[in-house]
């Protein structure tokens, strides 16, 4: 907001165009220059005052009552008359009292201080309407200054009516007091208003909230309370076109800060995409303090209205709503026309928005393009990725090369069914460089309760992040153009990526379990009954249970069922804000229903992976039994002789790896841990899932039993 323009000093210091002369002069008189003539009421009165002879009680009373009715058409327009004075009051600016000759006859000087009241008002609502009428003030002030003007023309124009009829002799103090009693309510009410705005330095909404006030008070008497709506409808004149300019066309026309919107400049849309905590839709236009009451119900709406208007100019897309004689906004008056207008811009910029959001910048496809990348609903080019990225993956997360893993994410895509949507080249990667608990503890807006004193005390973590790998750390990103950013912000993509880092984390852990079911199928040609290889055996299976299981229960019971329901609520939605809520809340629900809030299951889970992890590393150091079926691979043609002599050698080998003490010890360890913590499951679910009922669904896909078992 530029600062406002400067009134000049000689329209402050010179008092005959401020109309504060007859106060000013008593001040002034005495700081006059020595030698200079001073400044005198009586250069403006009607006559020559003051003499000893000029006492006004010393005339008779028809005298009396021509010099004081005389005086008395002065004062109406606040001017000293002989026998009337001015008197400022002291501390207060604008306030003055009129004095009268008390030697004048008792029954005039009642009616006269009748009519002093009308006097004061006047003089009053004079210096509001000076006061009011410089720039710094306001535009609301400006037209209400503008509107009083109006109204003291009137009532000066009564006054010179009334200088008439005396000068045609036909004007007494009575009559005088009786003609003026009509303009005396209405100035009178004015003046109430005017002390009201100069002693809370009001402008803005506040003089609109006070006028509006004032006339629902005012509803005894019809005559002032038109008079104050009148007012009313005058001062909001340049309001509304404030708020007209900003419901059709999303433009702030605020040169003194009045309106009730601010805007925060410094908060750009980029952020959007490049901050987690970014505020840009919820500060970019937010509602000030000092809302009219009238609109008090609407300001949300007529925010937002705007808000949605700002998003389609910064595409490049100018709307602007069209204008009828019935959508002008004219008033703020009862027939509560001017909510029906805004009502029907909000409806206009809300279903324009939301078109070119889905048309143009194709939401749903996007959506569906993040489910099917980072919630794993086309996993063809995972596995490829994984199988092409291995060695690269295996390295610390600070010496593994994001550039490489992106041109291995690029081969991938292009080389599976992912090539055909046009969305993939948005697809890109990153490595983070702590572990998913980590993560989830320096997130400190989630609704839940990590902390890294409870993650350092479960000790799940440490291992992990002494040995931590790309393994752990891989993530995909996704590339959101604005405006999509709105709905697809960096903290809706950071949800997104940590459901993404434990369904990538699952996935790897079954691969390497896998591989060590495909070691053990050596042992088939061997009796192994009664001995650790067995046990080994039955051990893998019931992990690969646990974690296919889980990867089950993650994408088909929560991330299938809440896509489905999102997608639908998606095509009845009205707004863009109702599309960010239903997005949200489908990430929160996701995050929740996927462990990820819930910080003593998720731990268990994750030591229930690394116990996994460890077991299928150690089977592959373990058993030498990978070299042994790879010659054998190789010995298809051959003699018989030869193939028997290296299936001798084959089963010599297998069973003194059956025999091998290190890995007995090992697999009976790694048994009695894994059991024991997949028991420890079962209180805990059976605890949290009264209040979280699809726990059931993951008690039953885990475990194999209900919680009630």
């Known amino acids: 907001m530029d600062p406002a323009p400067a009134t000049p000093r000689w329209n402050l210091e010179r008092p005959y165009l401020t109309g504060r002369f007859h106060q000013e002069a008593k001040v002034s008189a005495a700081s006059q220059a020595p030698g200079s003539k001073p400044f005198s009421l009586d250069s403006f009165s009607r006559g ?8 006004l009680g010393s005339y008779a009373v028809s005298v009396q009552e021509l010099l004081v009715i005389d005086d008395l058409l002065s004062a109406l327009v606040g001017i000293e008359g002989r026998y009337i004075s001015i008197k400022r009051v002291r501390g207060k600016e604008g306030y003055v009292v009129f004095q009268i000759d008390s030697s004048m006859d008792l029954a005039l000087q009642e009616l006269t201080r009748r009519i002093f009241p009308l006097c004061e008002d006047f003089v009053l609502a004079s210096q509001f309407v000076e006061s009011r009428s410089h720039f710094k003030t306001g535009l609301v002030n400006h037209a209400l200054a503008a509107a009083l003007r109006a109204f003291l023309l009137d009532y000066q124009a009564m006054v010179a009516q ?4 005396f000068r045609l002799g036909r004007l007494s103090v009575q009559g005088l007091w009786f003609f003026c009693q009509r303009m005396m309510s209405s100035l009178n009410a004015l003046a109430v208003l005017i002390e009201k705005a100069m002693s809370n330095n009001t402008s803005g909404s506040a003089t609109l909230n006070l006028l509006h006030s004032q006339a629902k008070a005012m509803a005894g008497d019809s005559a002032v309370r038109s008079l104050l709506e009148k007012m009313t409808d005058c001062a909001s004149a340049a309001y509304l076109r404030m708020l007209e300019r900003w419901v059709y066309e999303g433009v702030i026309d605020d040169p003194y800060g009045e309106f009730f919107i601010a805007e925060n400049k410094s908060l750009q849309k980029e952020s959007l995409t490049q901050d987690y905590d970014a505020k840009y839709w919820q500060q970019r236009y937010s509602l000030k303090d000092g809302i009219p009451s009238f609109l008090n119900n609407v300001a949300a709406t007529i925010l937002t209205t705007g808000k949605y208007l700002n998003v389609m100019r910064e595409c490049g897309h100018n709307v602007q709503v069209s204008l ?43 959506l569906r393009s993040l489910k099917r990348y980072l919630l794993l609903d086309q996993g063809d080019f995972l596995v490829h990725f994984m199988d092409i990225a291995r060695e690269e993956l295996t390295k610390k997360p600070e010496d593994i090369s994001v550039e490489k893993l992106q041109s291995l994410v690029d081969i991938a895509l292009r080389s599976t069914a992912a090539a055909s949507d046009p969305s993939h080249e948005d697809l890109t990667c990153c490595v983070e460089r702590s572990s998913l608990l980590k993560k989830l503890t320096s997130l400190k807006d989630l609704d839940c309760a990590y902390s890294s004193d409870k993650l350092a005390a479960a000790d799940v973590d440490q291992p992990m992040t002494l040995n931590i790998t790309g393994l752990e750390t891989f993530c995909l990103g996704y590339k959101i153009p604005w405006p999509l950013s709105l709905v697809i912000s960096r903290k809706a993509l950071t949800k997104y990526q940590l459901i993404f880092r434990l369904l990538f984390h699952c996935k790897h852990v079954s691969r390497q379990l896998c591989q060590a079911w495909q070691i053990q199928q050596g042992f088939r040609s061997v009796k192994i009954l009664g001995t650790p290889i067995l046990r080994s055996s039955i051990l893998c299976r019931s992990m690969l249970k646990f974690v296919n299981s889980l990867l089950h229960y993650l994408t088909f019971e929560v991330l299938e069922p809440n896509w489905h329901s999102m997608h639908g609520r998606l095509q009845t939605a009205r707004s863009i804000d109702e599309v960010i809520q239903i997005h949200d809340f489908f990430l929160q629900k996701c995050l929740k229903e996927c462990l990820l809030l819930l910080p003593e299951l998720l731990m268990k889970v994750e030591k229930l992976k690394a116990l996994c992890l460890q077991y299928a590393t150690s089977i592959q150091l373990l058993i030498p039994s990978i070299e042994v079926a790879a010659a054998e691979s190789k010995s298809k043609s051959g003699s018989s002789r030869a193939r028997a002599k290296r299936s001798q050698d084959r089963d010599e080998q297998l069973k003194l790896a059956s025999e091998n ?37 993951l008690a039953q896909c885990i475990l194999g039993v209900g919680i009630d078992q």
């Open 162 to 165: 009334l200088e008439h009829q």
């Open 661 to 697: 003490v290190v890995m007995s010890q090992s697999i009976l360890k790694f048994e009695s841990e894994f059991n024991a913590e997949l028991q420890s499951l079962v209180p805990t679910l059976s605890k949290s899932s009264q209040a979280e009922p699809y726990l059931t669904h």
């Open 48 to 55: 020559a005052g003051g003499g000893a002879g000029s006492v």
């Open 324 to 366: 009828s004689e019935n959508s002008k906004l004219t008033s703020f008056g009862s027939n509560h026309q001017y909510l029906e207008c805004i009502k029907s811009a909000y409806d206009f910029a809300s279903g324009e928005l939301l078109t070119l959001m889905k048309d143009k910048y194709d939401l749903i496809g996007k």
